[in-house]
């Protein structure tokens, strides 16, 4: 005869390989603080309102603790055999306190406890994220403010399209992540709710208080209905969303940084300690970082899709299906602070390659769109500024030289609104300090983003 817990209905001792395929504990052993703090609040409450005695009690915490320290010293055996972190804590604290051990499961079901332990497992994780986040967003504000004086080409289809201030590229970064921010903590606030308490599906015939335990455990307070607390998982898929938005800015960011780290644009070196070699090409210095982190964003959305799947179809309340949601979990956490981890000592310790960058910033005709200004307040309607523009960069490019490089009356061929003032309209500083709008690359604009960023900051 099996020992299982459930055992009594059955007749046959469950088949090894079922056994395996079935038993969840190998990786949701990774819940197992949670289980137990779980299971000490329900405990506490279960004497609170006299359905145990107040020894069963004091043995379950103490039996509890045992455990804990069991498991955190390396001596606990995770069994297949036991299924799960649920079963395999309660079966244990039955062997070391007898009967009161049997007893904890009073007036509630593994449906709850496990969407308990998973929302606690999240709350903890997700506080990490924003930790990692905030101190991105630090990184990111300084680099911007070390590097206030420097150019570069702005892109759009990657090809030169505007001069930027390298704090004004930077700094977009910033807006991404303090956007993953909100969301990450967003998601913390709506999954902030106690499902324990909620038994299988129904609810309990005992008189229990989920008031009590949602407030012991840290919970905002419980869940309203019991049935859509055992059947939720929007929490997890809302937590794997947030996860993969950021992953892919960070995936942007890094594709950025293979870029501008090639020779061909060398705008940045990464710092040695980030990069790998090659084994056959003694000269190589290869971006492997930015390029995992690149890499791994596909799995993070593999995890959001792989969830949303199992849960597309499935019908009220708890359906084994759900066991499948733990690992794609897993793995992005893993994944997102890896990834979030690398990426603040990348930023912090590349280098910017700034001639390389200035140069760019005045190469391909970057500044055509000041000139195009420049006819329009001297009276030039813009479509018509847009076409003498147009006929000036193709005449200097047929020339092999940039507009600045132009006589006056070589552009006067062109519109005779044009003067000498031209020169000082077409300069990169000009350029950039002339987008003085909210938001926009000058100088002042970007300081005002900084101030901004770090109020941000100092108020997270
Ligand atoms: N190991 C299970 C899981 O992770 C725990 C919940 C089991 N509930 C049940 N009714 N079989 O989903």
């Not at 959305?301 to 299906?321: Q, W």
Request: hydrophobic fraction near 40%.
């Amino acid at each position: 005869m099996s020992e299982k817990m459930w055992s009594g209905r059955f007749t046959l001792p469950t088949d090894k390989f079922v056994e395996e395929f079935n038993a969840s504990i190998h990786f949701d052993k990774r819940f197992y603080k949670y289980d137990i703090k779980g299971s000490i609040a329900h405990a506490q409450m279960l004497g609170k309102q006299g359905i145990i005695s107040s020894q069963d009690v004091q043995d379950i915490e103490r039996g509890l603790a045992q455990v804990l320290e069991e498991i955190e010293s390396g001596k606990f055996e995770f069994l297949t055999q036991d299924e799960d972190i649920h079963m395999a804590v309660e079966k244990r604290l039955t062997q070391l306190i007898g009967d009161a051990g049997k007893r904890l499961h009073t007036g509630r079901s593994r449906n709850d406890q496990v969407a308990v332990d998973f929302r606690m497992y999240l709350k903890a994780e997700i506080q990490e994220v924003l930790a990692l986040i905030n101190n991105l967003l630090g990184t990111i504000i300084n680099k911007a403010e070390k590097n206030i004086d420097v150019y570069m080409p702005g892109f759009t289809h990657l090809q030169t399209a505007q001069p930027i201030l390298f704090a004004q590229y930077i700094m977009a970064y910033f807006q991404m992540l303090k956007r993953d921010y909100g969301r990450f903590a967003d998601c913390l606030e709506r999954m902030d709710y106690s499902p324990l308490g909620s038994g299988a599906l129904a609810g309990t015939t005992f008189p229990i208080d989920r008031h009590f335990t949602a407030e012991k455990l840290g919970f905002k307070a419980p869940t309203e209905n019991t049935l859509d607390s055992v059947s939720d998982r929007d929490f997890a898929i809302e937590f794997l969303s947030a996860c993969s938005i950021c992953q892919m800015h960070l995936s942007r960011f890094s594709e950025e940084l293979i870029i501008y780290s090639t020779s061909e644009f060398a705008f940045i070196e990464l710092s040695d300690d980030f990069c790998t070699g090659s084994s056959i090409m003694p000269q190589k210095k290869n971006p492997d970082m930015p390029e995992l982190i690149r890499g791994k964003t596909g799995r993070v959305y593999g995890s959001l899709i792989s969830m949303l799947t199992t849960m597309k179809g499935l019908p009220l309340a708890y359906n084994k299906d759900m066991q499948e949601d733990k690992e794609p979990v897993f793995d992005a956490v893993d994944t997102i602070k890896a990834s979030l981890k690398i990426f603040a000592p990348m930023v912090e310790k590349m280098t910017l390659l700034t001639p390389k960058m200035v140069k760019a910033a005045t190469a391909g005709y970057s500044t055509a769109t000041d000139y195009a200004d420049y006819l329009v307040r001297k009276g030039v309607p813009f479509r018509e500024s847009h076409h003498i523009v147009g006929s000036t960069v193709a005449y200097a490019i047929q020339k092999g030289v940039d507009i600045s490089e132009l006589t006056l009356d070589e552009f006067k061929r062109f519109s005779n609104v044009i003067e000498s003032d031209i020169y000082g309209s077409i300069t990169l500083e000009a350029s950039v300090n002339a987008r003085k709008a909210y938001g926009g690359t000058a100088r002042s604009a970007v300081e005002t983003q900084i101030k901004n960023g770090r109020n941000f900051l100092d108020e997270i």
